[in-house]
């Protein structure tokens, strides 16, 4: 099966700095890849979608000049949060879709990476 | 939009048990469907899909859903339930993957 691999799988970082996670299709080409957040005992929530060359498109109300996302192959997507407060910790997940297929090709299934737990003091 | 429903945050069953989470859908059409599991600190791992075709899927670890468009349900259920069941269960549909707010899955021994 396809895998996604994120990099760091935790950081601990002061406030105010910024933290970049990248986001790698480690078999496929992943012409699209999604960025979620997940606070603790809740459920996912999608951030931005990211398309290979282009700008991502965000969902309303996530900043974009906090959450910078650039995915520059088709292969790697960076999620940089911009200086980082205690309110933007939490958990991090990308996932993609393999390069090649059709819009809602394979029913849009993604694969996920395994997460990144920010934690912002 | 479509989007999915899970009732009751968390479940607890006792192991052996059957487990059985409920999702609805509402969507004007038939979509596609999916149940996800995280484990703690994990990512989101595929249990099994409804596409097209047969509405009684089966998936990983003895998992298995049904599709049943006339209640507009997808639920999940295992017929024995195992410590390792322990997780967070996620129904979702692909428009820009919409998640239901998950059931968080207790097996007491």
């Known amino acids: 099966g396809a895998v996604v691999s994120q990099h760091p799988s935790w950081v601990i970082c002061k406030s105010g700095t910024s933290v970049k996670i990248e986001c790698r299709s480690l078999d496929f080409q992943a012409t699209t890849m999604f960025w979620y957040r997940q606070f603790p005992k809740q459920s996912l929530m999608l951030m931005a979608t990211?398309?290979?060359?282009?700008?991502?498109?965000?969902e309303q109300g996530v900043e974009k000049d906090k959450f910078l996302i650039n995915h520059a192959s088709l292969t790697l997507s960076t999620l940089t949060v911009t200086s980082a407060h205690p309110e933007d910790s939490s958990f991090y997940i990308c996932?993609?879709?393999?390069?090649?297929?059709?819009?809602?090709?394979?029913?849009?299934?993604?694969?996920f990476g395994p997460g990144t737990r920010l934690t912002v003091l | 939009a479509q989007s999915v429903t899970q009732l009751g945050s968390h479940v607890s069953v006792s192991e052996g048990a059957l487990v059985l989470l409920r999702c609805n859908y509402s969507s004007s059409v038939p979509p596609y469907l999916f149940w996800y599991v995280q484990y703690p600190n994990q990512g989101l791992q595929l249990l099994l899909k409804y596409t097209t075709g047969a509405t009684l899927v089966k998936g990983i670890n003895g998992f298995e859903a049904e599709f049943k468009k006339s209640e507009t349900s997808f639920h999940l259920t295992k017929p024995s339930a195992h410590m390792s069941d322990a997780a967070e269960y996620f129904c979702?549909?692909?428009?820009?993957?919409?998640f239901g707010k998950g059931n968080q899955v207790v097996v007491i021994p």
């Open positions: 996932s993609a879709i393999e390069r090649g297929l059709r819009a809602g090709g394979r029913y849009n299934e993604q694969f």
């Open positions: 979702a549909v692909p428009h820009r993957l919409a």
């Open positions: 990211s398309n290979e060359g282009s700008k991502a498109t965000y």
